[in-house]
């Protein structure tokens, strides 16, 4: 539980982080390319470290909390914070997270998407579908005056009328020049409860839906989150800031505004 009071961003901050969430998505976007059946999380990793570097940026994965890769690869079962390893090979059919945090100027840009390598099953590319669906839908609850339990009401209805169900243990979270702060947003709860969205308030939203059980098991690298049944889990992740009329993605690749 955080306790921290919810931070409002400056329009100076919020420039910052709309940087920094640029180059998140732009980093996205150049390793998509690579994500190919022969391909071992160890070189989506160190392309991710090096373009990150070569763009005047650090990426926040890398230390954290004693996390030691630069950015998470969650595969199939894997629910998220999945550790990039030179011996796993993606294959045909396997779905893979890729999330990044890159820090640019002290501010940070959080992204996630899963992607399909070569050919997955029908069920796996509902699963990746659904998924992008239930973060689409809970960044369209998040205005001035909404509260934050209107977003995860939106993400669990959509979720489990489609059959899926949501992870519990991990939620999105405050993010500014700090990684992780207040508030929580869980990907699950009740319309109408929670605190009140303001303007300034910049948060991720980044649900995470799994096929079979809710419940989680982390490996004893003490960070590979996995689903107890092992069955797929996927995740869609943006930063996002709270404006005077909805909502702006902080992690998009082109200028929507
Ligand atoms: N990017 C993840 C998130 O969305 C956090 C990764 S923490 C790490 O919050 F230590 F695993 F990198
Ligand atoms: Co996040
Ligand atoms: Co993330």
Redesign the pocket.
Known sequence: MKTETIVILSQREIDKMRRAGHLAAQLLKHLEPMVKPGVTTQQLNDEAERWTQAHGAKS???G??G?P?S??TSVNEVI??GIPNPKQILKDGDIINI???PILDGYHG?T?KTFLVGNPSPKAKKLVEVTEECLRLGIAEVKPGAKIGDIGAAIQEYAEAQGFSVVRD?V??GISNI??TAPDIPHYGTRGKGKRLRPGMVF?I?PMINEGTWEVEVLSDK?TAVTRDRKLSAQF?HTIVVTEDGVEILTQAEDNS
């Open positions: 926040a994965p890398l954290y909390k996390f890769k950015i998470c998220c914070h999330d990044v945090t959080d996630s991990f999105g979270h990684f992780h991720t980044e960070w992740e």
